[in-house]
T-cell receptor
């Protein structure tokens, strides 16, 4: 079946540090890939997405590239801010139709000033 | 443009009781999915409703049931509550036919079972 494995947390960085959160997936066919972010006490917000191999999703300085050969979708940001502190979830779904999202276990990120 | 709304925000029940959670989708959306997020875990898919029918179901027992109304809003019902049902319940809406299935999430209902 489809599954997502994320880098275990928590991750603690200093402001302006470089961020990488690893995500690998197992899926039949060619899924769409997503990163969602959850701020304390809130629901999930879509951060970025990629729908086919070699696509790069980007938003708010975050980037992730859909790597079919390594089945990965690692999240990166060049210079993190305190406001980036949140829990980050990697997820996948089938491309067509309103199908279910399969999530990783989440990575808690804390940025210290 | 109203996003996905859920009610109530918090709920406390005791074992064996029944609970109903409600969700209104984002304007223009016709599909509602429900997820259970246990503490420290990623959300797990419960089921999805489209055209007032359950379209897809995850690995949850029959104690979990739902409904979708003609205005696309939805309810999640859980019977015979167990301690393990304590979680954040998230509702997500989407539009059938979207190529990449972008789902918009509500703030969730936090259910505590004592």
């Amino acid at each position: 079946g489809n599954s997502v494995t994320q880098m275990e947390g928590p991750v603690t960085l200093s402001e302006e540090a470089f961020l990488t959160i690893n995500c690998t997936y197992t899926a039949t066919g060619y899924p769409s890939l997503f990163w969602y972010v959850q701020y304390p006490g809130e629901g999930l917000q879509l951060l970025l997405k990629a729908t086919k191999a070699d696509d790069k999703g980007s938003n708010k300085g975050f980037e992730a590239t859909y790597r079919k050969e390594t089945t990965s979708f690692h999240l990166e940001k060049g210079s993190v801010q305190v406001s980036d502190s949140a829990v980050y979830f990697c997820a996948l779904t089938r491309i067509q139709g309103a199908q279910k999202l399969v999530f990783g276990q989440g990575t808690r990120l804390t940025i210290n000033p | 443009d109203a996003g996905v709304t859920q009610s109530p925000t918090h709920l406390i029940k005791t074992r064996g009781q029944q609970v109903t959670l409600r969700c209104s989708p984002k304007s223009g959306h016709d599909t509602v999915s429900w997820y259970q997020q246990a503490l420290g875990q990623g959300p797990q898919f419960i089921f999805q409703y489209y055209e007032e029918e359950e379209r897809q179901r995850g690995n949850f027992p029959d104690r979990f049931s739902g409904h979708q109304f003609p205005n696309y809003s939805s309810e999640l019902n859980v019977n015979a509550l167990l301690l393990g049902d304590s979680a954040l319940y998230l509702c997500a809406s989407s539009l059938v036919g979207q190529l990449y299935n972008e789902q918009f999430f509500g703030p969730g209902t936090r259910l505590t079972v004592l």
